[in-house]
């Protein structure tokens, strides 16, 4: 008999809590769907998941554990929490051109909070994190050092990084020492 393989997770068991940042990573706790669509698709799609799909730059819309993310003009992430089946809901739609691909293979995610929080991302993000500029409640794809990562503001001193697993570790440890110095 032939064993499942196990997902292996690069960043389980790290945890850092040091001047004003803890971080840890979210490991395996949520489906990721990169979906594309064009305007007829957008309201049946968003229907079909139960939330109304974000048009607008950072745009988030939550609601009963799913989140989407506005990314683009036509794309977004759609993170649920595990075994939801987000991506049969979507595929069931027959209006509009659009395209859902599973991305849980590809992406991991970091927690990063605290009172220094942002001063930690603020080491390796150029985008302006302020308050004004970037409120609770808004997504922007942006860099962290050299890597591309989706940042998502949950709460004023609460951060979602979304980056691809094989950056995981840099991303890791470039805010680990950011923390260490904001």
Same mark, same amino acid.
């Given at each position: 008999?032939?064993?499942?393989?196990?997902?292996?997770?690069?960043?389980?068991?790290?945890?850092?809590?040091?001047?004003?940042?803890?971080?840890?990573?979210?490991?395996?706790?949520?489906?990721? *769907?990169?979906? %594309?669509?064009?305007?007829?698709? +957008?309201? &049946?799609?968003? !229907?079909?998941?139960? /939330?109304?799909?974000?048009?607008?730059?950072?745009?988030?819309?939550?609601?009963?554990?799913?989140?989407?993310?506005?990314?683009?003009?036509?794309?977004?992430l759609i993170m649920a929490e595990k075994g939801a089946g987000i991506e049969d809901k979507l595929n069931s739609v027959t209006?509009?051109?659009?395209?859902?691909?599973? *991305?849980?293979? %590809?992406?991991?995610?970091?927690? +990063?909070? &605290?009172?220094? !929080?942002?001063?930690? /991302?603020?080491?390796?993000?150029?985008?302006?994190?302020?308050?004004?500029?970037?409120?609770?409640?808004?997504?922007?794809?942006?860099?962290?050092?050299?890597?591309?990562?989706?940042?998502?503001?949950?709460?004023?001193?609460?951060?979602?990084?979304?980056?691809?697993?094989?950056?995981?570790?840099?991303?890791?440890?470039?805010?680990?020492?950011?923390?260490?110095?904001?």
């Open positions: 008999m032939v064993e499942a393989a196990t997902r292996l997770y690069p960043l389980t068991g790290r945890e850092f809590a040091g001047n004003g940042v803890n971080m840890r990573p979210l490991d395996g706790e949520h489906e990721r *769907i990169s979906l %594309r669509a064009d305007d007829v698709a +957008v309201a &049946g799609l968003g !229907a079909a998941i139960g /939330l109304e799909l974000p048009t607008k730059p950072g745009g988030v819309a939550l609601a009963d554990g799913l989140s989407a993310l506005w990314l683009g003009p036509d794309e977004w209006t509009g051109l659009y395209s859902v691909v599973s *991305i849980n293979h %590809r992406n991991m995610a970091i927690l +990063v909070y &605290g009172a220094n !929080a942002v001063n930690a /991302l603020n080491g390796g993000c150029p985008r302006d994190l302020s308050l004004e500029a970037f409120p609770a409640g808004t997504c922007s794809r942006t860099i962290i050092g050299k890597a591309e990562v989706v940042l998502w503001r949950t709460d004023t001193h609460s951060f979602h990084v979304e980056c691809w697993r094989s950056f995981s570790d840099y991303v890791w440890k470039f805010l680990v020492e950011a923390a260490r110095c904001a």
